[in-house]
Structure formats: structure tokens, C-alpha cells
T-cell receptor, first 113, second 116 residues
Framework: KQEVTQIPAALSVPEGENLVLNCSFTDSAIYNLQWFRQDPGKGLTSLLLIQSSQREQTSGRLNASLDKSSGRSTLYIAASQPGDSATYLC????????????FGAGTILRVKS | GAVVSQHPSWVICKSGTSVKIECRSL??????MFWYRQFPKQSLMLMATSNEGSKATYEQGVEKDKFLINHASLTLSTLTVTSAHPEDSSFYIC????????????FGPGTRLTVL
């Protein structure tokens, strides 16, 4: 059974810092991995999607990497801003389960001004 | 493109009543829709997968008679929580995939259900 773990559970940093969020998964047989942002009481916003054949994806100040063989992904946020404060969720699409997504519990990020 | 809406955004109901939540794909036809629930400070847990015109597939441990899913058209899926109880209080989120692009799910804004 695929399990996704995110570390740390919460993170508080001063504005301007670069930071890394970690995601690990137990089964490397995945189609892709996706990072989402969730604001309190809101739905999910897709940030980056990495196909299993890719090593990384970049969008603006965000960079996500994928090491499928070791079951790890990182989300790098450069020059963090207070507006980046949110919960960041990692999800994998296992090959075994068709179109389903398996989510981690998320990292709650607070960027202090 | 790929906008998914949910209605209502929040609902409060009395214990024992039934509540219907709608999920709509606004600018595309959704081949498949998914329903998730999320408890406070926990991750999203898939409840069921629904395809238009067919019965929903429920995840293990999810009571299909309690959480009724109807995917009547390619743009609308509904989740009805029957005989709701306080332990059903949660954040319910739907997602949808587009025909031929089954890789990515597009998520709705969620519905906060509170059962008194």
C-alpha cells in the first residue's frame, strides 16, 4: 500500500529565506508526483506536476525535484514571501491504482514579515 | 480552463438530516470525478470515484449507503450525506479529469459540512 509522508509537519521562517519541503513515498511505481497549495478552508491549487520520467519541474520561485528510485521529492521555495503561507500537499499517482491520488498530510508553512 | 466549482461552500445541518453537495466542471466535460474528505490538519482521503452514467466505486471503509454519489452528466456529480451525524462533519472536496487528459485532476474549492 502506497504511503506518503511529508516532513516537516510545520515550518515557520522569516521573509526572504529559501526553504525546502520534503515528501517521501513507499512505492516507487508511480505515474507522477504533484505538489499542491491549500489555503485555510479552501480547495487545492496545483503548483507543479512531475512525470515519473522527469527529474524536476520549475515554476517561478518554485522548483520540485523527484528521485523516484529513492521515493523522495523536494519542493524548493526561493525568497519566501508572507503570501507563500499555506499548507503544501504532496500527492503521488500510483501505477497500481489507476487514476487515484495518494496524499501526504501536508506541511504548514508560515512566512513571517 | 479546467475550473471546478462546488456548491454550497459551507453548510450546517441538524443530526439525522441529509445534505447534498454539488460538484460541477464549468468549462469542460469531466470523464471522471473524485470525492475526498479532509479532517482538520489531516490529509485528503479519497472516498469514491465516479464516472458519468455508471455506479461510483467506493474506497474501502466508505459506506456507499451513507454517502450517495450520482454522476448524472459529464459536468455534474453530487454527493449526498444521508442521515448525517456529527462525526460526518468534515471538509469535502471534489476533483475532475478531462477526456484524454486523465493524468491531472482539477480540484474544487471544497464544502465545509458541520453537523450539529
Amino acid at each position: 500500500k502506497q504511503e506518503v509522508t511529508q516532513i516537516p509537519a510545520a515550518l515557520s521562517v522569516p521573509e526572504g529565506e529559501n526553504l525546502v519541503l520534503n515528501c517521501s513515498f513507499t512505492d516507487s511505481a508511480i505515474y507522477n508526483l504533484q505538489w499542491f497549495r491549500q489555503d485555510p478552508g479552501k480547495g487545492l491549487t496545483s503548483l507543479l506536476l512531475i512525470q515519473s520520467s522527469q527529474r524536476e519541474q520549475t515554476s517561478g520561485r518554485l522548483n520540485a525535484s523527484l528521485d523516484k528510485s529513492s521515493g523522495r521529492s523536494t519542493l524548493y521555495i526561493a525568497a519566501s514571501q508572507p503570501g507563500d503561507s499555506a499548507t503544501y500537499l504532496c500527492a503521488v499517482k500510483p501505477m497500481e491504482y489507476g487514476n487515484k491520488l495518494v496524499f501526504g498530510a501536508g506541511t504548514i508553512l508560515r512566512v513571517k514579515s | 480552463g479546467a475550473v471546478v466549482s462546488q456548491h454550497p461552500s459551507w453548510v450546517i445541518c441538524k443530526s439525522g438530516t441529509s445534505v447534498k453537495i454539488e460538484c460541477r466542471s464549468l468549462d469542460f466535460q469531466a470523464t471522471t470525478m473524485f470525492w475526498y474528505r479532509q479532517f482538520p490538519k489531516q490529509s485528503l482521503m479519497l472516498m469514491a470515484t465516479s464516472n458519468e452514467g455508471s455506479k461510483a466505486t467506493y474506497e474501502q471503509g466508505v459506506e456507499k449507503d451513507k454517502f450517495l454519489i450520482n454522476h448524472a452528466s459529464l459536468t455534474l456529480s453530487t454527493l449526498t450525506v444521508t442521515s448525517a451525524h456529527p462525526e460526518d462533519s468534515s471538509f469535502y472536496i471534489c476533483s475532475a479529469t478531462r477526456p484524454g487528459q486523465g493524468i491531472e485532476q482539477f480540484f474544487g474549492p471544497g464544502t465545509r459540512l458541520t453537523v450539529l
